[in-house]
């Protein structure tokens, strides 16, 4: 069974970036939350000029035996399918935000029900033709599991060998947000009808029939703890190989930017299995969905944007990314005060 090796973000260098930081021309602390993430990437980093490289957001797409009834889930399970299909010839948001901020997409077919035509854009990476019903038995086998997380973990091996320093973590699943919201539930301890929300559109009643579903589900596996037997038995196989491919990441010392409420809750399991990967990690948005808040609050975490999205995909890793982008250009790029020939001030 793979174990990961990730080391702790060393904070040695705080004081020497904070320093750079407050050289620059500009009040202290005027470039607010820009400030945290150029931190945080030069600490990651270990260097006082991190630079960001072959910056790549990858699109895990699996499907759910549980949303094969179509009762926890708004669209057809046929959706996956088709959406990866549409990501493939490049017509989908995440498609659109990649091309408009240099990211390159990566789309994987970690485990949809349909048999998907050979593409050079696709990666190929099946573990079945999804998952099973947890409702009647565990998602996926203990082998399909380590499968799907060694899988994430080699293919950002990959993406590492080709320079990339910087992933944004997506997913396309029908049904997955029915997995995230038990996978929050069960790690934060919250109540399951405060962590399940509409997902792409159910209603007030919809919701109710998902939480009494997703009640049953956890009460036929008993109350669990561990995070692999978690995701083994509620997760999908595009959020076990968004747990391995973050893990690696951090391996890698990579930054680790989180979309919305699925890449959160593998981020989530990731922490629970290796509590050192939380530094690593910066959280691109507040998703509109409830579970979210309670997943960001649970990790002690503060969202780079609120645009009131949903749609998963990674759309709002990649809406981040410019963000992450031009924290780490201003460290880099800024005349210092002494540079410039600028009077410094502050506080008096
Ligand atoms: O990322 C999010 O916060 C998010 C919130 C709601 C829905 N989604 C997307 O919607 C799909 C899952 O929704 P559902 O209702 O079928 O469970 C899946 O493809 C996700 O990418 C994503
Ligand atoms: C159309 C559609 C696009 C999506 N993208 C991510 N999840 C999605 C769900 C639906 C239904």
Redesign the pocket.
Same mark, same amino acid.
């Given at each position: 069974m793979k174990e990961f090796n990730i080391t702790v973000v060393n904070e040695g260098l705080k004081e020497a970036l904070q320093q750079k930081i407050d050289s620059k021309t500009k009040p202290v602390g005027a470039l607010g939350r820009l400030e945290d993430i150029a931190l945080r990437v030069g600490l990651i980093q270990q260097r006082l000029d991190p630079e960001l490289k072959n910056p790549l957001l990858a699109v895990f797409a699996g499907d759910h035996g549980i949303a094969a009834q179509g009762i926890v889930n708004?669209?057809p399970q046929e959706?996956t399918a088709q +959406?990866v299909l549409n990501m493939v010839s490049g017509g989908?948001?995440i498609n659109v935000f990649c091309n408009s901020h240099n990211l390159s997409a990566k789309i994987i077919d970690a485990g949809v029900a349909a048999e998907l035509p050979a593409r050079e854009q696709l990666l190929n990476n099946k573990i079945a033709f999804g998952t099973e019903n947890y409702l009647e038995q565990p998602a996926m086998s203990a082998a399909q599991c380590w499968e799907a997380i060694e899988t994430g973990a080699m293919l950002v091996d990959q993406w590492a060998e080709e320079g990339t320093n910087i992933i944004g973590f997506g997913e +396309?699943g029908?049904g997955n947000t029915s997995s995230a919201a038990i996978i929050t539930s069960l790690i934060t301890g919250a109540s399951i009808e405060a962590c399940t929300g509409k997902g792409?559109g159910l209603d007030e009643t919809g919701i109710s029939e998902k939480v009494r579903i997703l009640t049953k589900a956890i009460r036929a596996h008993g109350d669990q703890e561990d995070p692999v037997t978690i995701l083994q038995t509620f997760g999908g196989f595009e959020i076990a190989m968004m747990v391995g491919g973050m893990l690696q990441a951090a391996e890698h010392r990579m930054v680790i930017l989180v979309d919305g409420f699925i890449a959160t809750a593998a981020f989530m399991l990731a922490c629970e299995w290796y509590p050192d990967i939380r530094e690593y990690g910066i959280f691109a948005h507040q998703s509109e969905v409830r579970g979210h808040q309670i997943q960001l609050e649970y990790l002690k975490a503060k969202p780079l944007l609120q645009l009131d999205m949903r749609?998963?995909?990674g759309t709002g890793a990649a809406m981040a990314y410019p963000v992450v982008q031009s924290a780490v250009n201003f460290l880099n790029d800024m005349a210092s005060f002494e540079d410039a020939g600028v009077s410094e001030g502050g506080p008096s």
């Amino acid at each position: 069974m793979k174990e990961f090796n990730i080391t702790v973000v060393n904070e040695g260098l705080k004081e020497a970036l904070q320093q750079k930081i407050d050289s620059k021309t500009k009040p202290v602390g005027a470039l607010g939350r820009l400030e945290d993430i150029a931190l945080r990437v030069g600490l990651i980093q270990q260097r006082l000029d991190p630079e960001l490289k072959n910056p790549l957001l990858a699109v895990f797409a699996g499907d759910h035996g549980i949303a094969a009834q179509g009762i926890v889930n708004a669209y057809p399970q046929e959706v996956t399918a088709q +959406m990866v299909l549409n990501m493939v010839s490049g017509g989908a948001a995440i498609n659109v935000f990649c091309n408009s901020h240099n990211l390159s997409a990566k789309i994987i077919d970690a485990g949809v029900a349909a048999e998907l035509p050979a593409r050079e854009q696709l990666l190929n990476n099946k573990i079945a033709f999804g998952t099973e019903n947890y409702l009647e038995q565990p998602a996926m086998s203990a082998a399909q599991c380590w499968e799907a997380i060694e899988t994430g973990a080699m293919l950002v091996d990959q993406w590492a060998e080709e320079g990339t320093n910087i992933i944004g973590f997506g997913e +396309m699943g029908i049904g997955n947000t029915s997995s995230a919201a038990i996978i929050t539930s069960l790690i934060t301890g919250a109540s399951i009808e405060a962590c399940t929300g509409k997902g792409t559109g159910l209603d007030e009643t919809g919701i109710s029939e998902k939480v009494r579903i997703l009640t049953k589900a956890i009460r036929a596996h008993g109350d669990q703890e561990d995070p692999v037997t978690i995701l083994q038995t509620f997760g999908g196989f595009e959020i076990a190989m968004m747990v391995g491919g973050m893990l690696q990441a951090a391996e890698h010392r990579m930054v680790i930017l989180v979309d919305g409420f699925i890449a959160t809750a593998a981020f989530m399991l990731a922490c629970e299995w290796y509590p050192d990967i939380r530094e690593y990690g910066i959280f691109a948005h507040q998703s509109e969905v409830r579970g979210h808040q309670i997943q960001l609050e649970y990790l002690k975490a503060k969202p780079l944007l609120q645009l009131d999205m949903r749609l998963g995909e990674g759309t709002g890793a990649a809406m981040a990314y410019p963000v992450v982008q031009s924290a780490v250009n201003f460290l880099n790029d800024m005349a210092s005060f002494e540079d410039a020939g600028v009077s410094e001030g502050g506080p008096s």
